[in-house]
């Protein structure tokens, strides 16, 4: 089984620029979830969808991030314009119900 | 206010012995706790599960234990290896159905040959 895909796995950009993560789940997952992960914290939750629906993104910083899940399937989060504390990893997980599997996750660094 | 804690000093211990792990959390009520683990430049893995209404889990030599008035479980690795090392989550299912998880922020363990 195929795992979750997501690219690029590493990104450096100035502040104020834009960004973008791609992220594919593993096949026939209803529930994509997109965290941020400080480096020495825990993952932080950004948005969960279920098929191509958001469920909570209460934690989203919507001035400037943005994402989307076209036809239940792929997803993408976008940063713009990325700040210095967007420096992060970026994982992107799906599920089935039951517990998350996790992609490998793409490094932010925001100059 | 709400908070998931785990030990934020890396855990250092001789292979062979017993690891033990610390999640505490405060002012939630999970359906489920879980703990992952992850390694450097790799995003976590689920390890095991357990129920607000069980006590212990365990699998091979990895075991849980679930305290729901204390707030707290606790994660042990028996029969440690240098293996073992990598960071550990917990993360709790706030309610069951909603399929929302929260992670704690992780204790690094090395296990030292």
């Known amino acids: 089984e195929a795992g979750v895909a997501q690219s690029p796995r590493y990104k450096i950009i100035e502040k104020r620029q834009s960004v973008a993560f791609w992220c594919n789940p593993i096949?026939?997952?209803?529930?994509l979830y997109w965290y941020q992960q400080i480096l020495g914290q825990g993952p932080k939750l950004l948005i969960q969808?279920?098929?191509?629906?958001?469920?909570?993104d209460s934690q989203l910083p919507k001035d400037r991030f943005s994402a989307e899940r076209l036809k239940g399937v792929d997803s993408t989060l976008k940063i713009q314009p990325a700040k210095l504390e967007d420096s992060a990893v970026y994982l992107c997980a799906s599920s089935l119900g039951g517990h998350l599997f996790f992609g490998p996750g793409t490094r932010l660094t925001v100059l | 206010s709400q908070k998931i804690e785990q030990n934020s000093e890396a855990l250092n211990i001789q292979e062979g012995k017993t690891a033990t792990l610390t999640c505490n959390y405060t002012n939630y009520s999970p359906a489920y706790l879980q703990w992952y683990r992850q390694d450097p430049g790799r995003g976590p893995v689920f390890l095991l599960l357990i129920r607000e209404n069980e006590k212990e889990k365990r699998k091979e030599r990895l075991k849980v234990t679930f305290d729901t008035t204390l707030k707290q479980s606790l994660f042990h690795i028996t029969a440690s290896q240098p293996a073992d090392s990598a960071t550990y989550l917990c993360?709790?299912?706030?309610?069951?159905?909603?399929?929302?998880?929260?992670f704690g922020t992780g204790t690094r363990l090395k296990v030292l040959a």
């Open positions: 096949s026939g997952h209803a529930t």
């Open positions: 993360a709790l299912e706030l309610a069951s159905g909603t399929y929302k998880y929260i």
């Open positions: 969808f279920q098929n191509n629906g958001v469920v909570d």
